[in-house]
């Protein structure tokens, strides 16, 4: 098996330590022991050793979420995601993978979204907000999550950044990153080159705000490593959210409701930002955080993994309200298009999600 | 066995657990057949196959492990208990094939009880979990292992483990209520509703300890603690370790700090200077206490009079500050001693009147008998009346081949806990025996031996669980 000699050494290092167990959200919810970093990193090096088959261990990369919580917890400095998504692209290379991310892929050939075909009201949204929405100097970002499977809650983003009087947009040829092709592949010529075009597109703007911190991490990082560069500015939303109301060009009023913030990994731990959500809650009512938070914050949901293992992200999600009911967190906010469509799917009663432009919009003065 | 009686055997597991709990895949049995044994990892290190399981089961409560257990005894196959995986004695390891059983399913929190100061939990819940979950409302369970993160309260149980605060809290075999235990029948049974009592012997002392030879622990009461006004460290570096023990001794008639860590010399001038940077020669030790302000004010005076008699030089509360912030760091790759070098944890426990002289009988042994291999030594664990020793070999190059590699480690091992015991010492301390030390416990045990044996006997008729584990 082809990988770099970091990735090996990183894979031989992990194999035989536990010590970030207990902080892998796939591993916690559905409790396998093959769910966790030394599993995964055992399996790769008796791939490297020849001792058991590339297509044996495959499934097993993709049930990782490459939320980071891992890599964050160990002292070592190592990232497992390294060899996890070098891996993969040996596994698409060599055509080892399982049959459902081959679906997913077939899916990316024939409609362009690793999801397949929008089901009609989503599309019917998506059109809709594409023609009010279809000219302006600053590009939101919306990317294939939110896209496919949170089209309303990109409603409500439209809706109040243009209220904010930001000349704002829709672009259908610049939305699409190339986070998906990776997550499914790795680094591959198609990933890069679609990560290339869509940088092209961005480049026609002057700002892009971008909605996903995982696609905005996606960009800031793996782009930049690749050489993808932009001139375009870009922020994400919790910035620009923040920019907007501290220059009052949205009003907003505060009050006494307690908010607790879910902090998705890519802002708390890729882009070091703990302090825009809960600057934003802070505007609007009070903070009540729960255990898991900022740079130890625990996943809620993955989408793309929901495609083909539903019940583990449903016991995620369940995890992730586990946490917020036993601090008495009623209502949480989320950052990511991922984690908001599947805590809401999970929701107990008498709790409530949103995400934090819906919470801006709740409290608009 | 053949594909007919597997595939039967297959769909009557299915059943009791479900099929998405019941696995033949291989990265299922791979993921559970190396533990955090040498051996296992040295054997996947060299590219082998361990032993593996052959039916992956993860049953969700004791009633599914009761289905499984019936299964297993009715087709006579063998069943290991897997919690995390993170033994260090082969304990987890399915030698035999058969039935894995995963714990890690069980691993609901059921009662936050403040009343009774306990939580009650499945046995399969990652410690760090319940101690996240005690957290929430203001506690602590004070068992913290470097293993907190990785290991199950069931492992832990079957392990006799042991945490950083045990002087002023107790081992895991102190700080349980309650357990709820599946036997290999498939009867589910309760110990007595609290652990100190005259009602006969202690059923929870049976079971914890036994590794998963006579049951599967699937449930327990593990004590809460309030959380310490004040946490205060305090490191002292003594000439040597003699005094080190004549003062913990006295200190420890008087009250109990919750950490208390000494280092032989060889330990201080290799992992600590490299951790906590202590750059003196000597033993280097480590005290905490903790609790109520006022009280522990006194215990600091009494702490620096005590240990002032025996000439240890204080270090201040820095060094212990870093040591706590970096107690785990030592268990990372990297930090740790990994493979190629060959190493291991040859603990045992002794009354203060025989564990220098285990000590240094130890070091003698290996150090004389294996001129290659260094042995270091701590000893973390204190009560009134004794310490515990945690004695490493470290062996920089052991044979390539694997099977040379595997008799010189048993043999290693053979002489440093035979000499243990030749001087009073006890085949393990806290990691528990496994298949690692099986044939040790008779020379430990003599004719007590056969308590253990005809309790294995009766309960297990079948020979089912956990086989060459524990001597049994
Ligand atoms: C990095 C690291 C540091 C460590 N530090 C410490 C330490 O500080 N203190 C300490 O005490 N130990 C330590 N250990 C050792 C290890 O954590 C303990 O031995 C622990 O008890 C193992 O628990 P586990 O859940 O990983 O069990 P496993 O390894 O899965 O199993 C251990 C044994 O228990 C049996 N078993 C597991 N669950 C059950 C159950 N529910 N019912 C019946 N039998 C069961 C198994 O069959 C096996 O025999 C360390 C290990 C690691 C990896
Ligand atoms: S990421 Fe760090 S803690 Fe996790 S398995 Fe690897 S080395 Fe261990
Ligand atoms: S990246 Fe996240 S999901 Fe993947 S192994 Fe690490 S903690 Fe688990």
Known sequence: ????????????????????????????????????????????????????????????????????????????????????????????????????????????????????????????????????????????????MAVNKDAESLEKTLKLLSKGSESICLDKSADNTGYSLWYLTGKTKETVECARKCAEALNKYEKVVVYNPVELSFIRHEWKEWGIT??????????????????????????????????????????????????LIEKVGIVKDMLLINKEANLAGQLIMNEYMPNTMKLVAKNRWMNAMNMGCKTLVTENPDEHVLLKENVPEGYKVITVEEMVLDNLA | MNEFLFTQILTELEDAVGKENCSTKLVDKVAHSVDYFWLSRMWADRGREMPMGDFIVSPKDAQEVSKVLKIANYYKIPVTTWGGGGGTQGGAIPVCGGILLDTKRMNQIYDINEQGMYIECGAGAIYKHIEWAANERGYSTMHFPSSLT???????????????????????????????????????INTSSAPKHAAGPDLNQIFIGSEGTLGIITKAQIRIYIQ?????????????????????????????????????????????????????????????????????????????????????????????????????????????????????????????????????????????????????????????????????????????????????????????VRTALAHGGVVNDHHGVGIKLGRLMKEQYGPAMQVFEGLKKSLDPNGIMNPFKLGL
């Open chain 1, 1 to 144: 098996m082809k990988i770099s000699d970091k990735a090996r050494q990183q894979a031989e290092s992990c194999r035989f330590c536990w010590m970030c167990r207990h902080v892998c959200p796939i591993g916690n919810a559905d409790g396998q022991e093959r769910n966790n970093a030394r599993a995964r990193a055992l399996m790769v090096s008796y791939v490297i050793r020849g001792t058991e088959k590339l297509e044996d261990i495959a499934t097993n990369m993709y049930e990782c979420s490459l939320c980071g919580a891992c890599a964050n917890n160990c002292k070592t400095g190592w990232d497992p995601r390294l060899f996890i998504q070098e891996v993969k692209t040996q596994i698409i290379l060599e055509g080892k993978e399982p049959e459902y991310i081959r679906k997913l892929l077939d899916n990316y050939s024939s409609c362009g979204a690793v999801f397949g075909k929008m089901d009609k009201g989503a599309q019917q949204l998506l059109q809709k907000m594409q023609e009010e929405y279809s000219d302006g100097k600053v590009l939101l970002l919306a990317g294939e």
């Open chain 1, 230 to 279: 932009l001139k375009a500015r870009v922020v994400g939303l919790n910035e620009e959210l923040l920019d907007l109301i501290n220059n009052d060009k949205l009003k907003v009023r505060k009050s006494d409701i307690e908010y607790s913030l879910q902090d998705n990994f890519a802002y708390a731990r890729e882009l070091d930002d703990v302090t825009s959500g809960r600057q």
């Open chain 2, 150 to 188: 990785c290991s199950t309260v069931g492992g832990f149980l079957a392990h006799r483990g042991i945490g950083v605060v045990s002087t002023k809290y107790g081992k895991i075999d102190d700080m349980v209520l309650q357990m709820e235990v599946v036997l290999p029948n498939g009867d589910i």
């Open chain 2, 228 to 416: 310490p006004e004040v946490r205060r460290f305090r490191g002292f570096l003594f000439k040597n370790m003699h005094a080190a023990f004549e003062a913990s001794r006295e200190l420890l008639q008087i009250f109990k700090p919750s950490v208390m860590r000494l280092y032989d010399d060889a330990e201080t001038a290799s992992l600590i200077k490299k951790i906590v940077g202590v750059a003196k020669p000597g033993a280097f030790m480590n005290i905490a206490y903790e609790g109520k302000k006022e009280l522990v004010d006194v215990e600091e005076k009494i702490l620096l009079e005590t240990f002032a008699k025996y000439g240890a030089e204080d270090l201040g509360s820095e060094y212990g500050e870093k040591w706590w912030e970096e107690k785990i760091t030592f268990f990372y790759p990297g930090h740790m001693m990994d493979l190629p070098q060959m190493f291991g944890t040859m603990d045992t426990i002794a009354p203060y009147d025989k564990i220098e002289e285990i000590y240094w009988a130890m070091k003698k042994a290996i150090e004389t008998k294996y001129p290659n291999i260094k042995f270091i030594a701590h000893f973390s664990h204190w009560y009134e009346w004794g310490a515990m020793i945690y004695d490493r070999f470290i062996c920089d190059n052991p044979p390539q081949d694997p099977i040379e590699a595997m008799k010189l480690h048993n043999e290693v091992w053979t002489t440093g």
